[in-house]
């Protein structure tokens, strides 16, 4: 075969990749350029429908969102939860999923086969209020805390794909350090978990984003306490505030505000998080 | 990785010491200076700055070292307080809604009667109402504020084409279909109804306007005991016409967009509460330059004698019956909400309607309501007892599509209006009957709302 | 003997002491409302200050006479089926072509992520505004380019459930591409470029050796699309809280319902007992179909 032809289909089938790219690129992006651009129209822009650019820019909408609609506490519930939930996950996630890979110790068959079975069961909003109950219980409904343990909830598929990573982990790791004197809680801190790295980057972006996005869970926990209420929430309320509807504006800068954080820490860990896919997620 | 784990250290030192910080505080009856605090949960959001300056008044004021937190809870009233029940951590004052009759009946709410001075009683006679907040003896709260349902219309649309405000449900039907004939090309249309979730919507506009003009209370004869959904049909009819024919979208409307495309001038008319379409063009969404907006009673079928149809207590709260502060709590209501000259000024500033004769007779009447006389209640506008499936909620279950929903479907014309009003009656009728033969109430008749 | 029981014990002591945390929360969060939901779909209960009944089947009995559920178990597969079958062939081939180190891959990567941390409750609020038939943006676009003449009302009962597919699938796209652009860079480089050496073209290479190497991984994403597809509701709830006239209505949303019944006509009480019943059946509707699926794939590896 020719080169030059082989040349020239590498060039159509990059000219259509790139066209490709760039329409599935505007797909995903339009709305949330349309919502960046809202926050910075009036309300009557908005909901009467103008063009789309901003008339004018009103970055008041910002100082709005912040002050009045105390935004800034908000926010900060969202981030103390958000890494809370992150910490918390990839703590318990790994350690479990260590134990489960590794040890033999009994009831390992009753629990495991336990996780195994809820791991792909829909339960959708039957689980709100007995989580709402436990809470409850253990008199934690109404703090930051308890939102967040329920926000980490059993962890069931992260606990599975750290099981399946560790698995890849040469077992003679574990046994030289126990030869060298390390104790059994060293030997998973010191030598384990830093190996776990790329499969702890999913569990952590994974877990803070669906803390930092979750709606029901933190509303239904917040209805009660207003004042652990995060962003996610705040915003979506919004449709019903003291000033009504009204204002959308509002909400939508409320919304770009929403994105920042977890835009950044995509950023950093974007590298991690995929290689910690490719050697994780698969095998698990 | 070392720096990853000491930075993630660090921050679970300090995350702690936020996150566990001001746990119960807020619930604690007393505070950090010795004061009572009070807490009350409302819903209203219309005239929330009205009272929290009264509030904040008497806070700085009061003798009694009582503070009163008036905390609002949107839409969520419902599940909040249900929640906190359940923990035993219920605020002392709460806005009553319909909802919460279980409670009462469950004996969680005070009766007030013990707390009330002479002069509150008789300040508030007219408002007590058998079955609703007077059962048994014992009252439990008292409406302040009343809100009905009417026709809101815009002005100008009407002036424009010259149209007659309609009184008859022909005359309505006619108005919608003509705005939208004549102003389509301009984006404007002759109804709306906000009927994305249709139990809400057409609990506000459908339902009164039939009970206006049946005399049935969803479904329910009072007069025979059954159920009869038949009367509906006439009314199904033209709302089918005017929703087919009107605003685009109403079938995923919600009420907010709804008045915001109202105040733009985009719609002729809609139903809706009095208590707050007022307010809601005055602030919220103020109207587009030279629109005017009317309000007017439902239109009922030509030669049909108006019957009684709903309205909603308004202001009115509920008191714990656990609340180690019951008084104090009394007290702080007393002072602020059975205030006269506060509930004076609530009224002439257009936060509300009053309920209660003696503020209504005392105050000054606003131009709003010189204008659109329509607004305030009248003899029609009645409290009616409650239906079998009111007073039973938890037994009373209707499987497949509820009222409204089926409601809803024939107005779209999903299903066909004759046979969903008989598969409708056949199937409320079967559960009463059921409950009946169960024993577990009697036959609910009240001669008092019969049709007749 | 007596010496390996203990140490055993020694070493189930020190699991225990890893497993607990997770494990703690596993019992309180995914194993207790397992436990409540088999106890209360035998009741009748209408939440605090209403006293529980126990009725037996009644309330299984009621999911299958209730055919507003099983419309909305249709809709969930419809809306599953839409979704799954457009995100997946869109994400691997952009994962496909973005592999391959082209200019600017790394932007478009970020740009096609960017919707899956966004939260979809927000977004429904947005495309609320972008799909409504009085004034959207979209229907607004579609008519300045002159592809529409009138509005299409994306939310009305003919569009909504399409509607909401072509949102989730804007939701899904940038997650699967990931999963399939960590799929792709494990397949061994040295793999591709002997079949270059032997004259294999690119789609010949995509078909006959990618594609093939891809099949664990595209396993599990496919389950993990399954399992998310009968979860999601968020959206749908603040989007078109399953109307019209339940046209977009699923079996979770369905569900959720009954336990938190919002709406402002007020007397409507909660049936904790009938939303944990419809819940039991969808859970099992759910893990036939997983169940299936894993048949299904493993009969697929047999034969290649």
New interface residues.
Partial sequence: MAIDSIKARHNIFLVFSYIFAVVMSIFTVFPIVYTILGSFKTNAELTQGGSFFPSVWHFENYAKAFIENDFITYGLNSIIVSVGVLIIAVFTASAAGYVFARKDFIGKKIIFSAYSALVFIAMGSVTLYPTYSVLTTLHINKSLLGLILALVGGQITNVLLVTGFVKTVPVELDEAATIDGCSQYRTFFQIIFPLLRPILAVVALFSFRTAWNDYLTSFIISIFTPRIKTLTVAVVQMQYSINAAAEWHVMLAGASIAIIPILILYMFAHKQFINGLTAGAVKG | ?KKIISA?LI??AI??S???A???S??EAADASGKTVIRLWTND?HD??FWQEKVDAYNASNTDNIQLSY??????L???V??????G?APDIVKY???F???IL?G?FADILPLMTEEQKAMTQDAWYDGKNYIDGKLYFIPENNTCLRLFYNKTIFDRLGLKVPETLDEMVEAAVTITNELKGE?IYGFACN??????G???SFEPEVERGTGLRLGYDFGTGTYDFTPYIPYLEAWKTMIQNG???C??L?I??L???FA?G?IGMYMSYTHAEPG?YES??PMAEGQEWGCTYLPIEEGAAACGQYFEAALCFLFNNESENLDAAWKAYSAIFLNEDNLREHFEGGYGISNLPVVLESSEMSAQYEANPALLKTDEDVMWPKTP??AY??DF?V???DM??TF??II?G?IDVESGVADLTERYNAVNERLISQGVYERIINPDFSRN | MRNLTKKRLKESMYAYSLLGPNLLLFLCFSFFPVIWMLKYMFFRYGGAGTSETFIGLENIMRVFRDGIYWKAVLNTFIYAVGKIIITIPISFSLAYILNKKIKGSGVFQSLVFLPTIMSSAVMGLVFYLLFNVYNGEINRMLMAAGIVDSPINWLGADHALKTLVIVSVWGAIGNYMVYFLAGLQQIPQEVLESAEVDGATGFRRLWNITIPMMGPILKIILMLAIANAFNDMNMILVLTEGGPYNASMVMTLYAYKFFFPVSAASSVMPQFGYGAALSFVSALIAGAVTILFLRFSKKMSDIY
């Fill in positions: 990785m993630l921050v679970l995350v702690p936020v996150v566990f001001g746990g119960a807020e619930t959001r929330a700055a905390e609002i809870y949107t839409d969520n419902q599940q909040a249900d929640m906190a029940f359940q923990t951590e809604t319909e909802f009759d279980k409670y469950d969680r984006g009927l994305k979730n249709p139990a809400t057409l609990n506000r605003f685009p979208g079938e995923s919600d907010d967009p008045r915001s495309q733009a985009k809601v919220q969404f499936e009111q909620p938890q279950i499987e497949g599509l409204y929903n809803g479907a779209a999903q």
